[in-house]
Every structure is written in C-alpha cells, then in structure tokens.
C-alpha cells in the first residue's frame, strides 16, 4: 500500500525528531532519517534538500500545531482567567509530549545556523505573547488583575516560566513529573498578578 505524502512527512517528522531526542541536533543526519523511515537518503532529498531544511520544516510544522492549539483555547467562551489557565497547561502538556523542542530551541542550529528557523521560531513566538497578551488585558477588564498589570511583561512572564519549566525538565533528561507544572505555574502567576 502506497503512503501518501502527508503521511510519510510525518512519519519523517516523527523520525526527525526521535533522533533529535536521542542524539540532539548536532547528532541528526539526512542518512538515520532515511534509514529510520526506511528509504535510502536519496530518496529523502525528494523532501528536502538539507538538514537545514528538515529541520525548518520540523519546527515549523510543530510549533504551528502548538500555535494553533492556544488560538483554540483562546477563542474558547469562557472566562479569561480560565483559559490563561487552559492556554498554560496545554503548553506545558504539549512540550513535555514533544521532548525535543527545547533542544532545538537551544541549540546552536537555531541561535547560529539556521536565520530562516530563528525567523520562524521568533514569529511564533510573538504571536503567542500577543494571545497571552490579550488574554490578560481580558482578566484586568473583569477586574481580575490588577489595572497596574504590564501586559508585554506580564506576558514575557507566563511564557518564561514554561520555557524555564521545559529547559529544567530536559536537562534533567524529562525524570521530573510535569504532570502538575503548568497548575502550580497558572497559581503562581495567578497570585502574583492579582497582589
């Protein structure tokens, strides 16, 4: 049976970020991503032309589905502390479900050699300060926050708790629990932007 194109990208996503979980970036080659979806490299170039461009395409495709997930729960009818709260958690549930993310974002491919996937990567990162954003403005019109809140740094503060959360957790090779990390991080913040 013949796989379709969507499905064997993928499944070459997938491998991709495996082996990045396995060996880090600086491990991944076009070769153990052919051999792991089991066509030969050449066959590979068919999808993309370097490691750059996997890459890229990984990333991209990844932190769409994440960006798409927090524009859900924020158009959601519901109050907004609450889907602050829901935005939070189904962050950190979705990083601790995609172990490798914190390696790219830390990694010399995304600070040094790749300005096309730094571009992309600081896109979607604005784009989620500026649903935090909104957001917590909703929270200080009901008068759930105070009127003094900064938004931009309200806003930099809830995004980097979780990356904090997330970078602790993959350098401690993902043994803590973050079943509960973005509960207590919403309760922190929830505290501290209401005193």
């Known amino acids: 049976m013949k796989i379709g194109k969507d499905a064997r990208i993928k499944q070459i996503t997938d491998t991709t970020l ?9 491990g991944l080659t076009l070769s153990e991503v052919a051999k792991g979806v089991g066509f030969s490299e050449a066959a590979l170039f068919r999808y993309y032309s370097s490691k750059s461009e996997l890459l890229s395409e990984t990333m991209t495709h990844i932190s769409q589905s994440l960006l798409e997930g927090i524009y859900v729960i924020s158009k959601k009818d519901s109050a907004p502390v609450e889907k602050l709260q829901e935005i939070i958690e189904f962050q950190v549930d979705f990083l601790s479900k995609n172990k490798s993310l914190p390696r790219i974002l830390f990694s010399d491919e995304l600070h040094i050699n790749n300005p096309e996937l730094r571009a992309t990567i600081m896109e979607r990162h ?18 759930v926050f105070r009127k003094d809140l900064d938004l931009n740094m309200a806003a930099k503060t809830v995004f980097g708790l979780i990356q904090t959360t997330m970078f602790m957790a993959s350098l401690s090779d993902f043994k803590e629990n973050l079943s509960d990390q973005g509960t207590r991080i919403f309760k922190f913040l929830e505290k501290t932007f209401t005193t």
Not at 126 to 143: A, D, M, N, V
Request: glycine share 8%; aromatic share 4%.
């Open 126 to 143: 604005k784009k989620f300060i500026h649903i935090i954003s909104i957001t917590l403005k909703e929270c200080i019109e009901q008068g």
């Open 18 to 26: 495996e082996i990045i979980m396995k060996k880090g970036v600086s």
